[in-house]
């Protein structure tokens, strides 16, 4: 015999019991979500709207959570695209302006782009996809948040010039200490961790120059690893979960080490990675992302001729490059960086 359609009918409202979860056990299911889930769970309580902005909880989900992929093509210059480790595209920006390339990525919710035209740069707020700033660049053009004030300032670098412009204050650009009498490196652009702007240097002695945000003061400058010469290779430096690094080419070995910074006042270097990656076949190398899954570093490289990134994942316990994901890499046509929506 057949289901009666009678019995297929919901319980009676009196017949449901709510189940009522401590906050404590919300709070942590919560925070292991996806931040498009997030997104639609705001709308469910006042409750979980005020849990899920709490400052606590940003923190807790950003520490449990990888950060995004922002990503561009030459197919769509104008066309930022955001991207989950999982490849669902979680935002679209289109600009009026195209997109060159990023200055000092960090997964921040806050960025700095240069474009073809005028060569300027340009600071998006990526949760609501406004033009905070548009300039036009120097030399060297470097981008951060100060620590602890939390403010976002842009540096314009020229020939024994130093410019500041803090992002929102209306006070426009500010003259400030020239830069040291040390050559600050072409090869590799600068790196913003923990609130201080890094340059790296070409001249033996100092690896890497200092300039904090907050203080908007010139800094004691760091040495680098040992037997690692700027003036002997091109030297990068990126940012790796939260910390500096530093990208050194084995040209005649084959392979790239990457140096993590574990103490700057004694210039104390760990050797993190050493990637069997030829630096004869590229011409720069940026790590991106120490992922979750058994250390495995997300990076790209470009190469010599067309500048075009490639997407790749090295994986320390095999000792092999793979390319990512085509979900993740996109068209390899564009730029790519590492950002957040919070």
């Given at each position: 015999?057949?289901?009666?359609?009678?019995?297929?009918?919901?319980?009676?409202?009196?017949?449901?019991?709510?189940?009522?979860?401590?906050?404590?056990?919300?709070?942590?299911?919560?925070?292991?979500?996806?931040?498009?889930?997030?997104?639609?769970?705001?709308?469910?309580?006042?409750?979980?709207?005020?849990?899920?902005?709490?400052?606590?909880?940003?923190?807790?989900?950003k520490a449990r959570s990888e950060p995004l992929i922002a990503a561009n093509s030459f197919s769509e210059p104008t066309?930022?695209?955001?991207?989950?480790?999982?490849?669902?595209?979680?935002?679209?920006?289109?600009?009026?302006?195209?997109?060159?390339?990023?200055?000092?990525?960090?997964?921040?919710?806050?960025?700095?782009?240069?474009?073809?035209?005028?060569?300027?740069?340009?600071?998006?707020?990526?949760?609501?996809?406004?033009?905070?700033?548009?300039?036009?660049?120097?030399?060297?053009?470097?981008?951060?948040?100060?620590?602890?004030?939390?403010?976002?300032?842009?540096?314009?670098?020229?020939?024994?010039?130093?410019?500041?412009?803090?992002?929102?204050?209306?006070?426009?650009?500010?003259?400030?200490?020239?830069?040291?009498?040390?050559?600050?490196?072409?090869?590799?652009?600068?790196?913003?961790?923990?609130?201080?702007?890094?340059?790296?240097?070409?001249?033996?002695?100092?690896?890497?120059?200092?300039?904090?945000?907050?203080?908007?003061?010139?800094?004691?400058?760091?040495?680098?690893?040992?037997?690692?010469?700027?003036?002997?290779?091109?030297?990068?430096?990126?940012?790796?979960?939260?910390?500096?690094?530093?990208?050194?080419?084995?040209?005649?070995?084959?392979?790239?080490?990457?140096?993590?910074?574990?103490?700057?006042?004694?210039?104390?270097?760990?050797?993190?990675?050493?990637?069997?990656?030829?630096?004869?076949?590229?011409?720069?190398?940026?790590?991106?992302?120490?992922?979750?899954?058994?250390?495995?570093?997300?990076?790209?490289?470009?190469?010599?001729?067309?500048?075009?990134?490639?997407?790749?994942?090295?994986?320390?316990?095999?000792?092999?490059?793979?390319?990512?994901?085509?979900?993740?890499?996109?068209?390899?046509?564009?730029?790519?960086?590492?950002?957040?929506?919070?």
């Amino acid at each position: 015999m057949g289901m009666k359609l009678s019995s297929l009918r919901c319980p009676p409202r009196s017949a449901v019991v709510a189940v009522s979860l401590p906050p404590d056990v919300v709070f942590d299911i919560l925070s292991w979500l996806p931040l498009k889930s997030l997104c639609r769970f705001r709308c469910v309580s006042r409750e979980w709207r005020a849990l899920i902005s709490n400052p606590a909880f940003v923190a807790a989900h950003k520490a449990r959570s990888e950060p995004l992929i922002a990503a561009n093509s030459f197919s769509e210059p104008t066309t930022l695209r955001l991207i989950d480790m999982d490849g669902n595209v979680v935002k679209v920006i289109k600009t009026k302006d195209h997109i060159f390339s990023f200055v000092c990525a960090s997964s921040d919710n806050i960025i700095c782009v240069l474009g073809h035209s005028l060569l300027q740069a340009r600071v998006i707020n990526l949760a609501t996809g406004e033009i905070l700033v548009t300039s036009i660049r120097g030399t060297f053009i470097g981008f951060g948040r100060a620590t602890p004030s939390g403010v976002y300032k842009m540096v314009c670098i020229r020939t024994r010039c130093c410019r500041i412009l803090t992002i929102g204050d209306g006070a426009g650009w500010r003259q400030k200490q020239s830069p040291p009498p040390k050559g600050i490196s072409y090869h590799s652009n600068p790196v913003t961790v923990n609130g201080v702007l890094y340059f790296a240097s070409q001249i033996h002695g100092d690896s890497v120059l200092c300039f904090d945000l907050e203080s908007e003061e010139w800094k004691r400058g760091i040495r680098g690893p040992p037997n690692v010469e700027p003036e002997r290779c091109y030297i990068t430096l990126g940012e790796l979960n939260s910390t500096l690094c530093m990208m050194q080419p084995e040209v005649d070995n084959g392979f790239t080490i990457i140096w993590l910074l574990t103490n700057a006042d004694k210039g104390t270097w760990f050797k993190l990675y050493t990637i069997p990656l030829d630096p004869s076949t590229y011409d720069r190398m940026i790590p991106l992302r120490m992922l979750l899954d058994g250390g495995k570093l997300l990076f790209y490289v470009t190469d010599d001729s067309m500048k075009l990134p490639v997407l790749q994942i090295f994986d320390p316990q095999h000792r092999t490059c793979s390319d990512a994901p085509k979900i993740l890499a996109g068209d390899h046509g564009g730029s790519i960086s590492l950002c957040s929506l919070r």
